[in-house]
């Protein structure tokens, strides 16, 4: 378990620093919040039972991939595969296995997108290979996953078809919902960055040592009730 920890915290630290860079140079953040954790070695054995494995370390750690998981949410669907490429171009990961619910979503309707990352953990005296289960999704397929949790924590009995075709339209909703605001987020880009244009367009320009500068339209109007109040 605490090659899982320390897995964790390498894939966490590697986030932060992909997050802090990405607002550094873009003035946007892509990621909302991340969530770690770890399985607990009750719920180990019972997936361990479940598949038939032996009940070994080498078993586990070859027939069982999501032992340490890191949850990451975004803003936007776009967002989401942004990142997932921000972890495909990390040299010292591994991307093992990658599935896109997103695409093509559970009969439920549950959507995210799922990778398993190989993560190095260097050890005092040895170095491994450690899997951590990577889920990225949206603020909204994050909310409609959580409360089907919590719906259905602990319920093992046969759900009634109504409810799963309520529960397939919650999904449907929350997706038709990122859609909308990821069009409202384009569309405000779209006219803050034509503005934007338009400002530096109306700009005059100075020449100093061979080197020419901006004058913001801001600084000239100063400048011209300078000289009228003069």
């Known amino acids: 378990m605490m090659m899982y920890k320390f897995a964790l915290d390498s894939l966490e630290t590697k986030m932060d620093i992909l997050k802090e860079e990405f607002q550094f140079l873009h003035d946007y953040n892509p990621i909302e919040h991340t969530k770690s954790r770890l399985k607990s070695p009750e719920s180990i054995l019972s997936k361990i039972n479940r598949k038939g494995c032996d009940i070994s370390f080498p078993s586990i750690k070859s027939h069982i991939k999501d032992i340490a998981g890191l949850r990451i949410t975004c803003s936007f669907v776009t967002d ?3 990142i997932s490429e921000m972890l495909r ?3 010292d990961l591994t991307i093992v296995e990658t599935k896109d619910y997103i695409k093509k979503p559970k009969p439920n309707g549950y959507q995210s997108l799922h990778m398993i990352v190989e993560v190095p953990v260097y050890m005092s005296d040895r170095h491994e290979n450690v ?3 990577v889920q990225i999704r949206t603020i909204a397929m994050d909310f409609w996953a959580s409360l089907e949790h919590k ?3 602990k319920y093992t009995e046969g759900v009634p ?3 799963l075709q309520e529960l397939k339209e919650a999904a449907d909703s929350a997706a038709a919902l990122d859609k909308q605001m ?5 569309e405000i880009s779209e006219i803050k960055e034509n503005k934007d244009n338009a400002a530096a367009a109306g700009t005059k320009r ?4 061979d080197q020419e500068f901006q004058i913001p339209a801001a600084l000239l109007e100063l400048i011209d009730v300078g000289q ?3």
């Open 182 to 186: 990821e069009r409202l987020h384009n």
């Open 161 to 163: 078809p109504r409810l």
């Open 228 to 230: 009228n109040n003069n």
């Open 80 to 82: 989401i595969y942004r």
């Open 206 to 209: 100075i020449i100093i040592r």
């Open 131 to 133: 899997c951590v289960e």
């Open 151 to 153: 719906i259905y924590y």
């Open 89 to 91: 171009s990390q040299s």
